[in-house]
């Protein structure tokens, strides 16, 4: 039965670092015949206190043959599982914090033109979530200066 890596998500990774050098570390890590990593998404963030750049990543995994499962990634595997944070040394000493990827992926819509009902139930979509985040737009219940 093929092994499961959860996604991962690493809250701080140089920005010097590539999707190539990150998926060679667990590849190296990993030790399996084929790179385990199916993919990353890099999302650059910048230090508010340095004003350097950075990158969140995202690593996602390609089944594991059972028979290329080394015995000290099951540990680890467990830990991500439970919500734990390991560490993963890249380059001493140097090294990544890595959780598991609880996030959902935010999918972007495509360009489209709005008919008439699509733009009155944005509208209305955005006047609830003003409501929401500005409470002074809802209206006092028993207010008659209107």
Same mark, same amino acid.
């Given at each position: 039965m093929p /092994?499961? @890596?959860p %996604?991962? @998500?690493?809250?701080? $990774?140089?920005?010097?670092?590539?999707?190539?050098?990150?998926?060679?570390? /667990?590849?190296d *890590?990993?030790q399996?015949?084929?790179?385990?990593?199916?993919?990353?998404?890099?999302v650059?963030? +910048?230090d508010?206190?340095?004003?350097?750049p /950075?990158?969140?990543? /995202?690593?996602?995994f390609?089944?594991?043959?059972?028979?290329?499962?080394?015995?000290?990634?099951?540990? &680890?595997?467990? &830990?991500?599982? &439970?919500?734990?944070?390991?560490?993963?040394?890249? %380059?001493?000493?140097w090294? *990544?914090?890595?959780?598991?990827? +609880?996030?959902?992926?935010?999918?972007?819509?495509? $360009?489209? $033109?709005? &008919?008439?009902?699509?733009?009155a139930?944005?509208?209305?979509?955005?006047k609830a979530?003003?409501?929401? *985040?500005?409470?002074?737009?809802?209206p006092?219940?028993?207010?008659?200066?209107?």
């Amino acid at each position: 039965m093929p /092994f499961q @890596f959860p %996604s991962v @998500f690493i809250p701080r $990774v140089a920005s010097y670092h590539d999707e190539d050098f990150i998926a060679k570390i /667990f590849w190296d *890590w990993f030790q399996t015949e084929h790179c385990p990593v199916d993919h990353i998404d890099l999302v650059e963030k +910048t230090d508010h206190k340095t004003g350097q750049p /950075f990158y969140i990543a /995202f690593v996602f995994f390609h089944e594991i043959p059972d028979d290329q499962v080394r015995y000290d990634i099951k540990p &680890s595997f467990d &830990s991500i599982n &439970s919500g734990e944070t390991i560490k993963i040394v890249h %380059s001493y000493p140097w090294y *990544w914090q890595v959780k598991k990827n +609880t996030g959902k992926k935010k999918t972007s819509s495509r $360009v489209r $033109v709005l &008919s008439e009902e699509d733009e009155a139930e944005i509208h209305a979509a955005q006047k609830a979530l003003l409501q929401r *985040w500005k409470p002074e737009l809802n209206p006092i219940p028993g207010n008659t200066d209107d």
